[in-house]
C-alpha cells in the first residue's frame, strides 16, 4: 500500500514541478532542460525512497545493495 | 548470496546494456529521426529481435534452465552436458534450415508479418535488403541464449548478462562512423544493418569462450530426435509463444503501425524507454527467480518457493510503480530530453511522448507478469500462462484495431497495456501461483497489487 501512496504523492511533486516551468522549459537551451528534468525526477526519486525506507517497506542495507549494484 | 544481490548483478549488467542502448537509440534518433530509413530498419531489426527476445528472455531460460539444472543437480555434469549436447545439435539443424528459407522468402515475409502496410516501393525494397542483412542474427542469439541458459544454471549470471553490450558497442561505433563520413540516411541504414550483423557473431564468440572457461564446451554432433530434446521441445512450444507474448503484442502493433508513415520508429523510441526499468528489474526476476524456484521446488522447500516469489512482487512494484508514474506524467519531458536533437523535431518528441505513456501505464503489469509466470514454468505447468497469453494477444488485436483509426500509434501503445493488465489480472484472480500453499503473504500481496488496479 505504501508503495502505491509514495507513487502518488512523487507523481504529484512531479505532475506541479512540470506544470510551473513549462514555459521556461520550452525556451530553454539543452542544458537547462536537462537540469530541470534530471532534478526533478532526482527530487521525486528521493522524495519516494524516502517514504519507503521510513514506513519499513524496504530496509536501508537492501536498498544500499540495490542501488550499488544497480 | 542473496536473491536481491543475485537480482541486483543481472540487474547491473543489463543497466549497462540499456545505457549503451540509450546512446544507440539517441544517435539513431538523431541520424534517422522518424523518416523513412528509420522505419524500414525498425521492421527489419524488429523480425530477428522478436525471435531473439522470445528464446533469451522466454522459452530457453524458461524451459530448458529448469530441465538443464534438474539434470545438473540430480545426475550430474556428464549426464547434464550429454542433454545440452543434444539440444544444441537439434537447435544448430533447425536454425539452419529456418534461416536459409526465411532469407529466399524474405520479401514473402515482409509484406505479410514484416510491415504489410508499408505503400513506398523504395521502402519495402530497403527494409528487404536489411531484413536478410540482420536475419543471421537469429541464428546466433538463439544459440547465445542456449549457452547463457548453461552459465545461468551454473549461477554464473554475469557474462550472460553482460553480452548484449556488445551489440550497442558496435552499433554505437557504426553510427559515429556514419556521422564522421557523413552518410546519408539510406547509406547509414545498411550500415547498422551490417553492425547488427557483426555483433551476433561476436556475442556469440564471447559466450563459447565464457562457457569454455567455464568448464563447459559442448561438440557439435549429430542432430537427433532423442526423448530428452522431444520433451524440451515439447515444453517449449507454448512457452515460445507465453514467454515472448510482450514481443509478440509488440510486433502485432508495429505491423498495424505499418499503416502510418513514421509510426513504427515513433514507437520503437517510445517503447525504447520503457524498456528500461522493464528490462532492469522484469529480465534480473526472470533471469534469477526461475532457477532459483527450480532449485527450492526440487528440494521440496514450499517456505522458501513462497518466500522467493513474495520477494520478488515487492522488488517488482517497487521499482515500476514510481517508473510509471514518472513516464505518464512527464514523458514530453523525458523524450525531449533523450531524443530531440538533429532529425528528431519537436513535433517528433510530442508524438513519442505520447506514446510512452500509453506504454506505461502497463509498466508495473508488465513486471509482475514475469514474477508470476516462472511459478508455473517452475512447476513445468506450461499451459496455463498459454492460455492466457492467447487471451492477452486477442485483446491487444482488438483494442489495437478499434483505437488505431482514431488515435493513430497511441492507441497501440495503449492497447499494449491494457492488454497487459488483463493477463496479469487473469493470472492472479483464477489461479493461485503456488499451487496448494496457503501462504497469507501471497494472499495480502495480491491485494495490495489490486489496489494499483481497481
Redesign the interface.
Known amino acids: ?1 505504501m ?2 501512496v ?3 504523492i ?2 504529484a511533486l ?2 506541479f514541478g ?1 506544470e510551473a516551468l513549462a514555459d521556461q ?1 520550452s525556451t530553454a537551451g ?1 542544458l537547462s ?2 537540469v ?3 532534478g ?2 532526482a527530487a ?2 528521493i522524495i ?1 525512497f524516502a517514504i ?1 525506507i521510513l514506513t519499513g ?2 530496509s536501508k542495507a ?1 536498498l544500499k ?2 542501488l ?3 | 548470496m ?1 536473491l ?2 543475485k ?3 543481472v ?2 549488467a543489463t ?1 549497462a546494456s540499456r545505457v549503451l542502448g540509450f546512446v544507440r537509440e539517441m544517435l539513431i534518433a538523431a541520424s534517422l529521426g522518424a523518416g523513412p530509413v528509420a522505419d524500414a530498419f525498425y521492421a527489419a531489426f524488429a523480425f530477428p529481435n522478436l525471435f531473439r527476445r522470445i528464446f533469451a528472455e522466454g522459452a530457453f531460460n524458461l524451459a530448458f534452465v529448469p530441465l538443464f539444472a534438474k539434470k545438473l543437480e540430480a545426475d550430474g555434469e556428464k549426464s547434464a552436458r550429454q542433454f545440452a549436447e543434444e539440444v544444441l545439435a537439434m537447435l544448430v539443424a533447425i536454425l539452419l534450415l529456418f534461416t536459409a528459407l526465411s532469407l529466399i522468402a524474405m520479401p514473402f515475409l515482409v509484406s505479410t508479418i514484416i510491415a504489410p502496410l508499408f505503400e513506398n516501393p523504395a521502402k519495402i525494397d530497403l527494409t528487404i535488403i536489411m531484413t536478410r542483412i540482420m536475419f543471421p542474427y537469429l541464428l546466433c542469439m538463439s544459440l547465445v541464449a542456449m549457452l547463457s541458459g548453461v552459465l545461468n544454471s551454473m549461477r554464473l549470471y554475469f557474462l550472460a548478462a553482460i553480452v548484449p553490450v556488445l551489440l550497442n558497442i558496435i552499433l554505437v561505433g557504426v553510427l559515429l562512423l556514419g556521422l564522421w563520413l557523413g552518410a546519408g540516411p539510406r547509406t547509414t541504414g545498411i550500415m547498422l544493418s551490417w553492425g547488427v550483423f557483426i555483433s551476433g557473431f561476436a556475442q556469440l564468440a564471447l559466450l563459447m569462450v565464457g562457457t569454455k572457461n567455464a568448464g563447459f564446451s559442448l561438440k557439435l554432433k549429430r542432430p537427433k530426435m532423442t526423448p530428452q530434446v522431444k520433451r524440451l521441445l515439447i515444453l517449449m512450444g507454448p512457452v515460445v509463444l507465453t514467454g515472448g507474448v510482450l514481443q509478440i503484442n509488440i510486433q502485432i502493433g508495429r505491423i498495424i503501425a505499418s499503416a502510418q508513415d513514421g509510426a513504427i520508429a515513433l514507437l520503437q523510441y517510445a517503447d525504447r524507454i520503457n524498456q528500461l526499468p522493464l528490462g ?1 528489474v522484469g529480465i534480473a526476476i526472470g533471469v534469477v527467480l526461475l532457477p532459483e524456484l527450480s532449485r527450492s521446488l526440487n528440494a521440496g522447500d514450499h517456505a522458501e518457493v513462497s518466500r522467493l516469489q513474495n520477494r520478488s512482487l ?1 522488488f517488482a ?2 521499482m515500476t ?2 517508473a ?3 513516464f ?3 514523458p514530453d ?2 523524450v ?2 533523450l531524443f530531440e ?1 538533429g532529425a528528431f523535431t519537436a513535433e517528433t518528441t510530442a508524438l513519442t511522448a505520447a506514446a510512452l505513456a500509453g506504454y506505461a501505464s502497463g509498466l508495473p503489469a508488465y513486471v509482475l507478469i514475469k514474477v508470476f509466470q516462472p511459478a508455473y514454468f517452475a512447476r513445468e505447468d506450461m499451459r496455463t500462462p498459454f492460455y492466457y497469453s492467447i487471451v492477452m494477444m486477442v485483446a491487444n488485436v482488438g483494442i489495437s484495431l478499434a483505437l488505431f483509426p482514431t488515435m493513430g500509434h497511441v492507441g497501440i501503445a495503449i492497447a499494449t497495456a491494457i492488454s497487459a493488465w488483463i493477463n496479469f489480472r487473469i493470472s492472479t484472480r483464477k489461479t493461485n501461483p503456488v499451487p496448494g500453499d496457503d501462504d497469507c503473504c501471497i494472499k495480502r500481496n495480491n491485494g ?1 497489487i489490486a ?2 488496479w481497481p
Open positions: 500500500m508503495i502505491v509514495s507513487s502518488a512523487m507523481g512531479l505532475w512540470h522549459l539543452f532542460r536537462m530541470f528534468v534530471l526533478l525526477i521525486s526519486v519516494y519507503i517497506v524496504v537492501e545493495t540495490m550499488k549494484r544497480g | 542473496s536481491i544481490r537480482f541486483a548483478t540487474g547491473g543497466s532492469v515487492e512494484l517497487l510503480l514510481p510509471a508514474v514518472g505518464v506524467i512527464i519531458a523525458i525531449s530530453l536533437r495490495r489496489l494499483v
